[in-house]
Structures are given as structure tokens and as C-alpha cells.
């Protein structure tokens, strides 16, 4: 029985949202925290991404000044606990998650899983390909993730891409780091690269049309935090020079939902900086975004 006599603090939910805008029931979007780290190659705290997104996004204005709407409370947005990732083995992980996915789609609902690892996000896809056969794959990422397999591992990180681009087609956007056999790849994989020094000083229209036009109706949105710049996002595990800043991000975003359907994303690879603060609220405002995006503009 509930204690009637005080005023709870909410529970560690996205947004810090009352309990009627978050019950699972009643809500459009849900949030999938995974906190996986099991592949990681450079500096390692990804696991700590999914729990600073999740505190910053309960100090964040939930207004959206762009969309005028109170967006949670127009969708209502639900938190899922965080999945266990570090009990068993990486294949049980996985396979979670991919069953949960599933689940929350067969359910009407948009999933945002928050990273944790790039990993995490052939699991997904397969999910969303599941229900829509026609499906691709928008990544925002400085990495190609194109690796047959890396330190031996096709799951790892660094092989994401490759594990997707086997699925479905994707599109990648902001690319500027790969190795020579992803290179070598690339002629032969169902992927559209375009490269962050191609956009990066190009205007919007040049480039973000043609990223639409690619794309096939039903869209899954990875985004990698590293296919920022890190002049705004520097709190990644593996950060490159020459990103995109806010506006390219969240530009794209829009215009992919006003023309296709957004039906599942992904925001991976924070990796938290003791007194970077800034990285943290980026992290959970393109997260309301992209909810905005979806289901708030019509
Ligand atoms: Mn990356």
C-alpha cells in the first residue's frame, strides 16, 4: 500500500515527469536505459552514460521553445529500469534487448535506448526490421563502424554499422574515421557515407535533402554522440575533430521526421566528465528533441 501522508520524489525517470505523464500504459515514448559496456577500446564510462542523461534531462526546461508544446505532456514519456548488462554473457545481453525492443514496438510505442556502448544498436535494428521490412538506418557518428570484426569480436562496437548494413541499408552521416579494410568495404556495403568534411561548413540545403531523400520511410535514428564536434559534445569515449554542431544535428533530425517515419532510436556513447555539465544536458535535449521531432510537429 502507498503512503498517502507525504509527497514522494519521483522516481529516477526521464524528464523528472510526474507519475500520469510517465506510467508506461499511457505513454507514447518510451525510454530504454543500457548501460553496456563490454567492448569498449579507448577510455571507458559509456556504462555511466544512460544515468547522467537521465539526471540531466530532470533539470532540463521540458518547454520546447521551437515546437511551442509541452512535449511530455502531449505524449507522455516513460522510463524502463535499466537493463542488466554486466550479468551474462554479451549474447544474453543482447538478446534481451532485442526481445524488450520487440516488445515495445509490438506495444505502439518509440523506443529511445540511451548508451551505453554503440553495441547496443544492432540488437534494436533488428527489432525495428522486424516489424517494418522496408526499414533503414540513419547513424550520426564520426565512426563508420564497418569492421568485419574487431579484436575478434563481430559484436563489438566498432563492427555496429557492418552488423546493420547486413540487415538494412543506412545512410551515415558525419563520418570522418575509419580503417582501410572498412575502406576497402565500403564499394560492396549498402551504405550512403556523407563525410563530415564534405557538410560540415556546407549549407544545410546542400546536404540534408539529399540525406532525406535516401532514407526510406520507416527509419531507425542512431546517433552517436562522437558525430557532434567535440567543441560541443567532448564527454565520448573515442572523440574525433571536425563534427557537426546543434543546429546541423538537429536540423537533420527534423527534416528526416517531417518527410519519413522515425520509428526507433538510439543515443549512445556519452561518456561522463566530472564537471562537464554541458555534455550531459546536450545529451538529454536531443533526446526530448527527437521526441519533439517525431510526434509534435503536425
Ligand atoms: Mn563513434
Given amino acids: ?5 507525504y509527497t514522494p520524489v ?42 547522467a542523461i537521465i539526471a540531466a534531462s530532470r533539470n532540463m526546461e521540458t518547454w520546447d521553445e521551437e515546437l511551442n508544446v509541452e512535449t511530455f505532456a502531449k505524449i507522455g514519456i516513460a522510463t524502463l529500469p535499466p537493463i542488466d548488462t554486466a550479468e551474462g554473457t554479451l549474447e544474453k545481453v543482447l538478446a ?12 505502439g510505442k518509440f523506443p529511445v535506448a540511451l548508451g551505453g556502448e554503440h553495441s547496443i544498436t544492432p540488437p534494436l535494428v533488428s527489432a525495428a526490421a522486424k516489424k517494418f521490412p522496408d526499414l533503414s538506418v540513419l547513424q550520426i557518428d564520426a565512426h ?18 557492418r552488423r546493420v548494413v547486413e540487415m538494412c541499408p543506412a545512410v551515415q552521416v558525419a563520418i570522418r574515421s575509419l580503417s582501410i579494410e572498412e575502406s576497402d568495404a565500403l564499394p560492396g556495403l549498402r551504405t550512403k ?62 527534416e528526416v521526421a517531417k518527410a519519413r517515419k522515425i520509428v526507433a532510436a538510439d543515443v549512445v ?30
Avoid at 31 to 37: A, K, T
Avoid at 205 to 218: G, M, N
Avoid at 269 to 296: M, N, R, T
Fill in 144 to 161: 563508420a563502424d564497418l569492421r568485419e570484426a574487431y579484436q575478434g569480436n563481430p559484436a563489438s562496437h566498432a563492427s555496429a554499422m
Fill in 193 to 254: 557515407i556523407y563525410w563530415a568534411r564534405d557538410i560540415a561548413r556546407a549549407p544545410l540545403e546542400k546536404w540534408i535533402p539529399r540525406v532525406v531523400a535516401d532514407l526510406s520511410q520507416h527509419v531507425y535514428l542512431t546517433v552517436d554522440l562522437d558525430g557532434f564536434d567535440p567543441a560541443y559534445m567532448p564527454a565520448t569515449g573515442t572523440p574525433e575533430p571536425g563534427g557537426l554542431d546543434w543546429y546541423q544535428v538537429t536540423t537533420l533530425i527534423r
Fill in 269 to 298: 556513447e556519452l561518456l561522463p566528465q566530472h564537471g562537464d555539465h554541458a555534455s550531459d544536458f546536450l545529451a538529454a535535449k536531443l533526446v526530448y528533441k527527437i521526441l519533439g521531432y517525431v510526434f509534435c510537429m503536425s
Fill in 10 to 51: 519521483t522516481l529516477e525517470n526521464f524528464g523528472g515527469l510526474p507519475e500520469e505523464n510517465s506510467r508506461y500504459k499511457d505513454s507514447r515514448a518510451v525510454i530504454f536505459p543500457i548501460p553496456l559496456e563490454r567492448t569498449t577500446t579507448y577510455e571507458h564510462g559509456t556504462r555511466n552514460g544512460p544515468g
Fill in 1 to 5: 500500500m502507498l503512503l498517502k501522508t
Fill in 96 to 107: 534481451e534487448m532485442h526481445t524488450t525492443e520487440l516488445a515495445l514496438l509490438s506495444d
